[in-house]
């Protein structure tokens, strides 16, 4: 949890250009991820990605395009109310394909995960107004770092990467004087 938080607040190096401060932020998180489960049982990777959606701050809805996916979801999600989770940030649906299909070309939906058989969801095309607020990151249960990765790689997909650079200069000197 500790090395959540820093991840958070502390500035990531990206690039050391003479005269200039270079930084990444992650502190800003995607604001509606939309998790779609058919499985019946609980997808160990929709997992990982619904309680990193929540450690990052992100609103989560659990779109269950079946019955079984559903009950599973609903129980995770009563117990996470019960634990103190806002019913606001954490919500589990029951859709099909047409309701789905609605969500997925929604506005507001900032980041798609996909869980189980890609050919079951359709998604052909999307309508330029479904980019309108946010351009939508997508993913699948395939898409994932490596078992190894830093933390910082697993939370990328839930955060807004800003790439930040500070001019040290000063009139075309740099500040700094080096022997």
């Known amino acids: 949890l500790k090395e959540s938080e820093a991840f958070f607040e502390r500035e990531h190096s990206n690039l050391r250009t003479p005269g200039q401060l270079n930084f990444n932020k992650f502190d800003l998180s995607r604001p509606n991820l939309v998790i779609a489960v058919q499985e019946p049982k609980l997808a160990f990777n929709a ?5 990193l959606a929540l450690l990052s701050g ?9 019955d079984e996916s559903f009950g599973g ?21 029951k859709v099909g394909k047409a309701e789905f299909q609605s969500i997925a070309q929604h506005p507001k939906v900032s980041s798609l995960h996909l869980s189980g058989n ?4 359709e998604l052909k095309e999307f309508k330029p107004e479904a980019q309108t607020i946010y351009l939508k990151h997508f993913s699948h249960d395939l898409d994932h770092p490596s078992l ?3 933390w910082p790689q697993w939370m990328e997909s839930h955060v807004y990467t800003r790439a930040l650079a500070i001019n040290t200069m000063r009139h075309g000197a740099p500040l700094e004087i080096e022997l």
């Open 118 to 121: 890609l050919s079951f969801y």
């Open 73 to 93: 979801w609903r129980e995770l999600a009563q117990t996470a109310h019960s634990c103190g989770f806002s019913s606001l940030n954490f919500e589990v649906y």
């Open 47 to 51: 997992l990982v990605r619904a309680s």
């Open 148 to 150: 190894k990765a830093s």
């Open 58 to 66: 992100n609103g989560l809805a659990i779109a269950c395009c079946s």
